[in-house]
């Protein structure tokens, strides 16, 4: 697989609701992307491979095969994961892991004071992926999910500045590429997200 993240376009709408629906499928009301693409504090960004052919849309237009995304808020200095799903076929490749990777790269350059999100208690899986890169369990939010009445850890990363945790983020990102890429010089799979993430 060759994944590469960029910021969501217009056309990825449809492919991000369907990972969405997939994913969250209790979730209400559904997230709308419209309004998300053009809220000024939302910055979305989808993981797409560059070796799976695109979809084509009944309009005849070809866009990427998009295989996970990560939104996030970035409000007063601190930025927010609203959401991060991968699509059930593509997970286990590292989608979710570059993605995050990418959304602490992006609220890094624009030097957001913490990041911070809800997850549920039961979905261990996310908490392992936000738990390697640094987040800790900061408080419950009882009965956050209206679905099931389950409870949200509310999970936080706030030293994303000091020496320790930019030499741990290097460290980890370094075993990354060597995992998924490679080579560690190779940073051409960050494109065009408005900041140079890739540092
Ligand atoms: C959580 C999710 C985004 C992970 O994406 P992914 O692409 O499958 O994960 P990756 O392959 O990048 O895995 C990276 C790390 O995540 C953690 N992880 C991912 N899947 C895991 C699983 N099934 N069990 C335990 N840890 C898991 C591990 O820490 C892993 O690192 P490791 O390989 O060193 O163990 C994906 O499972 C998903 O979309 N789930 C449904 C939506 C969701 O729950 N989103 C989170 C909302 S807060």
Redesign the pocket.
């Known amino acids: 697989m060759s994944i590469c993240v960029r910021r969501m376009l217009w056309d990825d709408i449809a492919q991000v609701r369907g990972i969405d629906l997939n994913?969250?499928p209790t979730m209400v009301p559904p997230t709308n992307y419209e309004t998300e693409f053009v809220n000024p504090m939302a910055y979305y960004l989808v993981a797409y491979d560059k070796d799976i052919a695109p979809p084509e849309d009944i309009s005849g237009r070809k866009s990427q095969k998009v295989l996970?995304f990560i939104g996030l808020w970035y409000m007063a200095s601190e930025m927010h994961?609203i959401?991060?799903?991968?699509h059930p076929d593509?997970?286990?490749?590292?989608?979710?892991?570059?993605l995050l990777i990418c959304g602490i790269g992006l609220s890094m350059e624009l030097k957001a004071i913490l990041m911070t999100?809800?997850?549920?208690l039961s979905?261990?899986?996310?908490q392992?992926?936000y738990?390697?890169y640094g987040f800790s369990e900061r408080g419950v939010r009882r009965a956050y999910y209206l679905d099931n009445s389950e409870d949200a850890g509310i999970m936080t990363l706030d030293n994303m500045y000091t020496p320790e945790y930019k030499a741990a983020l290097h460290a980890l990102k370094i075993r990354y590429l060597q995992t998924w890429k490679k080579s560690a010089e190779d940073t051409s799979f960050i494109v065009d997200m408005g900041c140079n993430a890739a540092e």
């Open positions: 994913c969250f996970g994961i959401n991060l799903a991968v593509y997970r286990l490749l590292g989608v979710g892991e570059l999100l809800e997850v549920r979905n261990l899986a996310a392992a992926l738990a390697k």
